[in-house]
C-alpha cells in the first residue's frame, strides 16, 4: 500500500510549501520522455562505440558503434526491468527507466540508467526480490554478448605509451577465454572487440550495484538476509573498500565513498524484519553473491 499525499489545504503552511516545492521539480513519467532520453543514450552510446570502440578500419561512421551500444542498452535495460518488473509483481509503484546520457564521449556515453521506487518496500521478502532481479538479470544478459566478443579480440603491439587505459578482467571473462580458447589475453595485448567491452562494462555495473551498501541492490539483498545487523556489515564493507585505495582498487574506494556521503550506509528497516526468509531466497541471495564475485576487479580501470 502505497503512501497518498496530503491535501494542501490541511497541511501547516511549511509542508504545503515543500510539498508544493516537490511538485514544481517532479521528474517527468511520461513514456515518451522515457523513450526520449532512451533515444538521447542511444545516440550517444553508439557515438562512443564508433569513436572509442570502432572495429571497422575503414572511415568513421556513426554505425560502427551500434555493436558496442545496442547490447550495452540491453544489458543495462534489463537490469532495470528486472527491478520494475518485479516491483510490478509486488504491487509497488515504480518508474520505468530513465536512461541517462552522458555528453563525454571518450568512454561510453552514458551515466547509466535507474528507475524510482515510489513508496518503501516494506516486506524482507519482496525487498530481496526486487534488489537480486536488476543484477541477476543484467548479468544473464550478458553472458552470450561476452561469449561472443571475447574471442574477436585483434592482437596489437605491447605499448609502454604514457596514460594507456588498461581494463582488468573479471573472473568471469577469464572463465570465458578459457571455454572458447581464446587464450588468458589482457587489455595490453588487444584491441577488445566492442561487443565484449559492452559486456565488461555491464559485468562493472553489476558488481558495483552489487556492494552491500545502503540502498543499493547489495544493500537491499544484505537487509532481506541479516536484518537490524546490516548498517554494521555495510560500515565494514565501506571500511573494506576504502582500504583497497592501497592495493589500486581506487574505483570501489571512490565509489563506496560516494555511497556513504551521498545515500548513506543504514537501509531503511522493514516491517517483518525477524521472518526467515526461506532457503529458496537464501539461494538466491548466494547467487548474488556469486555474480558479484564473478564481476569483481579490484582495479577494473587503470591508467599506466
Known amino acids: 500500500m502505497g503512501e497518498h499525499p496530503v491535501d494542501p489545504r490541511f497541511l501547516p503552511p511549511d509542508r504545503a510549501l515543500q510539498q508544493a516545492r516537490r511538485r514544481r521539480f517532479r521528474i517527468p513519467e511520461h513514456p515518451l520522455f522515457h ?25 568513421l561512421k556513426f554505425t560502427d ?3 558496442f551500444s545496442i547490447p550495452l542498452l540491453l544489458i543495462l535495460g ?4 528486472g527491478h520494475y518488473l ?8 515504480a518508474t520505468l527507466p530513465y536512461f541517462i546520457p552522458s555528453p563525454f564521449l571518450n568512454l561510453i556515453g552514458t551515466f547509466g540508467a535507474l528507475i524510482r521506487i ?8 519482496a525487498l530481496l526480490d526486487i534488489g537480486a532481479a536488476g543484477p541477476l538479470a543484467g548479468f544473464v544478459v550478458a553472458i ?34 578459457t571455454w572458447t580458447g581464446s587464450g588468458h589475453y589482457t587489455s595490453t595485448m588487444v584491441h577488445e572487440n566492442s561487443t565484449f567491452m559492452a559486456a565488461w562494462f555491464g559485468f562493472l555495473v553489476t558488481a558495483l550495484n552489487l556492494m552491500p551498501i545502503g540502498q543499493l541492490d547489495g544493500g537491499h539483498v544484505l537487509r532481506a538476509v541479516v536484518g537490524r545487523r546490516q548498517p554494521l556489515i555495510s560500515g565494514g564493507v565501506v571500511l573494506l573498500a576504502l582500504a583497497t585505495a592501497f592495493w589500486g582498487g581506487a574505483t570501489w574506494a571512490a565509489f563506496a565513498a560516494i555511497v556513504a556521503v551521498f545515500l548513506g550506509i543504514r537501509h531503511p528497516p522493514v516491517e517483518n524484519d525477524d521472518e526467515p526468509l526461506g532457503s529458496a531466497r537464501m539461494l538466491v ?13 579490484l582495479a577494473p580501470i587503470q591508467i599506466l
Do not use: W
Open 78 to 81: 534489463s537490469h532495470e526491468m
Open 118 to 125: 515510489k513508496e518503501p518496500i516494506r516486506d524482507k521478502k
Open 144 to 177: 552470450p554478448f561476452l561469449f561472443y566478443g571475447v574471442s574477436r579480440a585483434t592482437p596489437i603491439t605491447p605499448t609502454n605509451t604514457p596514460n594507456t587505459i588498461l581494463f582488468n578482467y573479471p573472473a568471469v571473462v577469464r572463465i570465458a577465454q
Open 65 to 67: 558503434g551500434l555493436t
Open 35 to 59: 523513450l526520449a532520453l532512451l533515444a538521447a543514450t542511444f545516440v550517444t552510446t553508439t557515438l562512443a562505440g564508433a569513436l572509442v570502440f570502432n572495429d571497422s578500419r575503414g572511415p
Open 86 to 93: 518485479m516491483c510490478r509483481h509486488y504491487g509497488i509503484a
Open 285 to 297: 541471495a548466494l547467487a548474488c553473491l556469486v555474480v558479484f564475485a564473478l564481476c569483481f576487479s
